[in-house]
């Protein structure tokens, strides 16, 4: 082979290396390494996933979706997972039991919250320019009084892993379901959410006290402004607040 036919094999093999390696990294670049990102980032001890101890549960995680009150996806919700402590998780396993045979279900609507989320309702309630979400959320609340109400705080029992938000839902078919009418829609800011309120109905109330009479039987104690709020009393974090994203 002449030096001139080896210098021209010589390019042609190093131009399909260089080729080869682009279809390489390009198919690299193209895989989604989502699968198993969970499995890097593994929960704290004590911690678990809702539906791995509870797979029948019903979630609705609101702040993962910008159907909340705020309007967009909270700060710390990178996934649509409901975490909560093993004890809590074991705790609401025996509300389903109890609930399972008469062809109802719980429905998470939020479980664990980052403190960074916390942080993120902070800011919105001190922009008293945005009230996007009014209408639906907070429509007889002035939003400057979210502090003084105690609708916000600066710290939430949900940070400490044990507290839920939660309603009951009635199964039909296997993909079908509807909540029960508890008077008021999740997250609402005004008296019509509080456990105490007497304007609603009769079946209003015996859903409210189903649940209730529920959670507290298995360890949750109530919060008197929101019906769909429940933190277990015997909580293993009761000075922690915690800030691990929820993916």
Do not use: C
């Amino acid at each position: 082979m002449t030096n001139k036919a080896a210098r021209s094999y010589g390019v042609i093999t190093n131009d399909h290396l260089l080729k080869g390696l682009l279809v390489v990294l390009l198919i690299a670049l193209s895989v989604d390494f989502s699968v198993g990102a969970e499995e890097s980032v593994p929960l704290p001890n004590g911690f678990v996933y809702i539906d791995n101890v509870i797979p029948d549960i019903k979630l609705d995680l609101r702040y993962y979706t910008a159907h909340n009150f705020i309007g967009e996806r909270i700060d710390g919700y990178v996934k649509p997972r409901g975490i909560v402590t093993s004890k809590a998780a074991d705790a609401l396993a025996k509300v389903q039991q109890e609930l399972r045979p008469f062809g109802l279900s719980l429905k998470i609507f939020d479980a664990y919250r980052p403190q960074r989320a916390v942080d993120h309702f902070v800011r919105w309630a001190e922009d008293l320019a945005d009230t996007r979400m009014k209408a639906e959320y907070y429509p007889n609340t002035d939003k400057e009084n979210l502090f003084r109400d105690e609708y916000i705080a600066a710290r939430s029992s949900h940070t400490r892993g044990s507290t839920v938000d939660l309603t009951i839902v009635s199964m039909g078919k296997v993909t079908n379901e509807s909540s029960l009418d508890m008077g008021s829609g999740y997250d609402f800011f005004g008296p019509e959410s509080w456990p105490s309120y007497a304007h609603i109905t009769a079946v209003q109330r015996a859903n409210r006290l189903l649940l209730r009479s529920l959670m507290i039987n298995n360890g949750f104690k109530p919060y008197p402004k929101e019906w769909w709020h429940f933190t277990l009393e015997d909580e293993p974090y009761p000075d922690t607040w915690f800030n691990f994203p929820v993916q």
